[in-house]
């Protein structure tokens, strides 16, 4: 870790000068600027002094923080198919796994179904982006077709069925991750 970059960088954030970090920890602009530059060291006591004038403390300075990919594109989803019952499963985020939910593409084609479910913890939501699909939920079914939504808890046996001559297209996010 370059201590005196990321001292910079903070104090660059809060608007500050070298001279007025500097007088804000009693210490010389001098030595703020040899810090910057990783041409000296501070005390622990004078670190926790900029750091604290910097609105943060050792705990958060030196954490390691990954930066969260927030944009994903074609190129970093995963799939799945199924040619025999006629179902593409695109992972959309990666990793989704390890997050609260789980966000699939899936494509059915035409007499095509996503593998049955049984029961299990969760919730589950689609959106219909193209196509219709039937939902079977327990004993019941429902139709949706492309610009409707589904929502259900997935504590029955579930299923998604294209009875359709089209391909259907749409996106399910389940919470916990389970697809």
């Known amino acids: 870790m370059n201590i005196g970059e990321k001292i910079k960088r903070l104090r660059l954030e809060n608007n500050l000068t070298q001279e007025e970090l500097a007088d804000r ?13 990783d041409m000296t060291s501070p005390s622990i006591a004078s670190l926790i002094d900029i750091l604290e004038s910097l609105g943060t403390n050792l705990q958060a300075f030196f954490s390691e923080t990954v930066e969260e990919k927030i944009v994903f594109r074609p190129e970093d989803f995963f799939e799945k198919e199924d040619e025999i019952t006629g179902y593409n499963l695109e992972w959309i985020i990666p990793n989704a796994q390890k997050n609260m939910m789980e966000p699939i ?9 996503y593998e049955a479910h049984d029961p299990h913890e969760g919730e589950e939501f689609g959106f219909v982006i193209s196509g219709s699909v039937v939902v079977r939920l327990g004993g019941k079914k429902y139709v949706a077709k492309a610009g409707d939504s589904i929502y259900y ?3 029955k046996s579930h299923e998604i069925i294209n009875k359709g001559k089209r391909e259907a297209k749409i996106i399910l996010v389940g919470t916990p991750p389970n697809f």
């Open 25 to 37: 920890c009693e210490l010389s602009k001098g030595f703020i600027s040899q810090l910057e530059r």
């Open 105 to 113: 593409m899936l494509t059915l084609a035409p007499n095509g179904a």
């Open 153 to 155: 808890k997935a504590n």
